[in-house]
């Protein structure tokens, strides 16, 4: 008897721990992305480094927004196999920015910076910690049941790989190569920055893919259009920074187009669905325990 409540308890704990991550999370993602979309033009003083081209702080910006979305999402379901969606994620994001911060040190200033490297440094190892002390319950994740659309998990795919590819090349790149590539000015850390946003985006997007199940769509769909939307209406109310002349200009548009396009269909499938119905209970548990004790959840 006592094996089976240090277990309960366990599970209950594990629980609340992403749960309380979660929440965390999107509140100092959505912090930081309102800090550097709606003040791109003063991160002087009012973010952790300057930024001296508002469009790459409205690009990160969206980024943190998009990410704020999805985890929030996650955090209100009751599954593992749905509140898992953003764990890959986040865990590329969080070594990406932490190892490009750690890179370019000089250029954090104030208490505002000093936070940004505390947070990068400790939020790695709690994830870590608490996503292996879910990952080890017996039992699988369940399936809805339900496939995404061929022709959506193909876009994904593409979306994936081309975000992927793109965001590596701007993060291992030296600062010359960079701007040959992209269309408007960047230093080594904002560089950095936008290719580890666009490489979560591609990780967020192949894991939808991989799951390959509808009910982890939604919150993928929503921080599409979010990142996307964000990109869009900054690339216009900063399009002095941008290089209409290039073709890369042109091409990051297109792309974000695609993403607002395969999000907005995402949402709307979803919601004809009812997946974006509220949880039961008060509240939502984004990892419900995964024991082969209990017959009626074991296969989540």
Known sequence: MS????????????????????????????????????????TDRFFSWTIRVPMSAAFIGGGFWGAAVVVFWCARQREWARGRVVVPTVAVVVVMLL?????????????LGLAWIEVYVLFGPALGAITIMQV???????????????????????????????????????SSLAESLWPWVLSDLTSKAIGTWLVGTGVTCAVVALLDDRAAMPGWALAQITFAGALL???ARFSGDVAFDEISAWLLILYFL????????????????GRFAPVEGVGGIPVEPRLAAEPSRSHL
């Open 3 to 42: 094996g089976a409540g240090d277990v309960a308890v366990d599970s209950r704990e594990v629980t609340r721990g992403m749960h309380v991550l979660l929440y965390v999370l999107t509140a100092l993602t959505f912090l930081v992305g309102t800090q550097l979309l709606v003040l791109a033009e003063y």
């Open 99 to 111: 190892v490009a911060s750690l890179q370019n040190l000089s250029e954090f200033h104030g208490l």
């Open 136 to 174: 080890v319950r017996p039992g699988v994740d369940r399936h809805s049941g339900d496939r995404l659309p061929a022709a959506l998990r193909w876009i994904l795919i593409l979306q994936a790989v081309v975000a992927v590819a793109v965001g590596v090349a701007l993060f291992a790149s030296s």
């Open 233 to 235: 209406l900054s690339v």
């Open 258 to 273: 695609s993403m607002l396009a395969s999000g907005s269909y995402g949402a709307l499938l979803a919601l004809k669905e």
